[in-house]
């Protein structure tokens, strides 16, 4: 039996895993015991991610690390159109309009064309001695993109465990695969190759579970699913280039083996922006047209005190968590850690307010964010590139001015202003984020 229900949506992240935003959808309402089954199953993921950072850091070195760091983040700002796909899946089940697999097979494919042609921008931008890094990267984009109508199939039948499995099972093919290219001593080219094989083999699992509905599918989703997700993603990407450009600048401007350091601090911020995004998730089905500025300031006030928490403990321990994530090569890390944890507590902050934006179907701190990552890119270029404190200090400028723009619009607009209809109108179409970075990558 079926009914109305508002189901957990999932994010992308940049292991190419999902995680839920909100999606409306007509289907099995999901049992506590599933929803309580799969948290663990997502707990357990995030875990192998982590350790997916520590055995890549350790075994590709500062400089190889900054350049697989580099180049996976931006095969990933050119994923998250793969955030709607699912999304736009698990909703598309409600009407029986197909599985999705065309559409993922077709946006996969015009990706990984994109890739290719900006693989050989990536040669000079990240000092490649030639393209082919770049094109492996971005053929990863192919596989997830599978991934992810699969894995809204599910979603859009309620089958939670099964949506949880297949993210675990993700995350340890990819240890997997850097462990292999640990074992081997092998560099960035075999570990992307490696992830790739490892992306192929993650999506069996979720085609297994979705066999029936494959074999089921007479349709094809309609042609409002392409409009869907491009109108996806627009607040969620401004986000992602803001957490992400730094590390591209940092790559191209910094020595290697300083851009590698700087790709293991962005680590530290990126788990406290993704670590407090649950809160940012929160919100969204939280906010009542009664409450809605106390709502945000609760999850403001809460990614401030969790990130003040990490804050201190940086400051008292830097040279323990470097050592412990990237061994005796990062110790220019130890320096600046505390100041990215600063900036990925910033990050959280915004996180917040830009999801807030979306739940009152306000675009204007989005387009503020778009506004800021540029004119951090202007400064770095025109002046501030010559060393990483530069770079960092830059991008900490640009994440606080969103931060206090997106305050100030909180303050400023009545406790009222969540009008219900819009709140509604946005849930049935909110997508997900393409991480800049996760437990899996930097």
């Known amino acids: 039996m079926t009914r109305e229900s ?14 839920a935003a909100a999606v409306t959808t007509r289907t099995t309402c999901p049992s506590r015991t599933s929803s309580a089954a799969l948290g663990l199953l997502i707990v357990l993921a995030n875990a192998l991610g982590y350790g997916f950072i520590v055995i890549a850091a350790r075994a590709l070195g500062p400089a190889d690390f900054g350049l697989f760091s580099a180049v996976n983040s931006a095969c990933l700002v050119l994923a998250t159109p793969v955030g709607a796909v699912q999304v736009v ?24 064309a994109l890739g290719a042609v900006l693989s050989v921008l990536a040669v000079p931008a990240f000092h ?28 859009g039948r309620g089958r939670l465990v099964a949506v949880g499995l297949s993210v675990l099972v993700t995350a340890a093919t990819r240890v997997i695969a850097v462990q292999a290219t640990r074992a081997g001593g092998h560099g960035v080219d075999w570990l992307f190759s490696a992830l790739l094989i490892a992306g192929f083999a993650s999506a069996l699992l979720p085609a297994w579970q979705a066999r029936a509905e494959i074999a089921g599918a007479r349709t094809h989703l309609g042609p409002g699913a392409v409009r869907e997700l491009l109108r996806a993603n627009r607040t969620l990407g401004a986000l992602i280039a803001l957490s992400t450009v730094d590390l591209l600048l940092a790559r191209h401007y910094l020595p290697a083996a300083d851009a590698g350091a700087y790709a293991l601090g962005s680590v530290f911020s990126k788990v406290v922006m993704w670590g407090t995004q649950f809160l940012a998730l929160g919100i969204v089905p939280a906010l009542h047209p009664s409450d809605s500025r106390k709502r945000v300031i609760e999850a403001t006030a809460m990614v401030g005190l969790i990130g003040g928490l990490a804050i201190a403990i940086t400051w008292w321990q830097a040279p323990l968590m470097v050592s412990i994530v990237g061994g005796s090569g990062y110790g220019h890390t130890e320096g600046i850690l505390v100041w990215f944890v600063v900036l990925g507590t910033l990050l959280g902050l915004a996180q917040v307010l830009l999801y807030a934006g979306m739940a009152t179907d306000d675009g204007r701190l989005g387009l503020l964010t778009w506004a800021a990552t540029a004119a951090l890119v202007v400064v770095v270029i025109a002046s501030h590139h010559s060393h990483a404190y530069r770079i960092l200090a830059t991008a900490l400028a640009a994440t606080a001015a969103v931060v206090l723009l997106g305050l100030v619009s ?23 984020v393409v991480s800049a970075s996760s437990a899996g990558d930097s």
């Open 6 to 19: 508002r189901l957990p949506g999932w994010q992308v992240t940049r292991r190419g895993e999902f995680v």
């Open 89 to 112: 899946v698990a909703r598309r089940q409600a009407e029986h309009d197909g599985t999705g697999l065309r559409l993922a097979v077709g946006l996969g494919g015009v990706l990984v």
């Open 128 to 155: 490649l001695d030639r393209g082919m890094t770049m094109f492996l990267a971005a053929a990863n984009v192919f596989p997830m993109a599978i991934t992810a109508a699969l894995q809204g199939v599910l979603l």
């Open 410 to 432: 909180v303050f400023r607009s009545p406790a009222t202003g969540l009008r219900q209809e819009a709140g509604e109108a946005v849930l049935s179409r909110f997508s997900p």
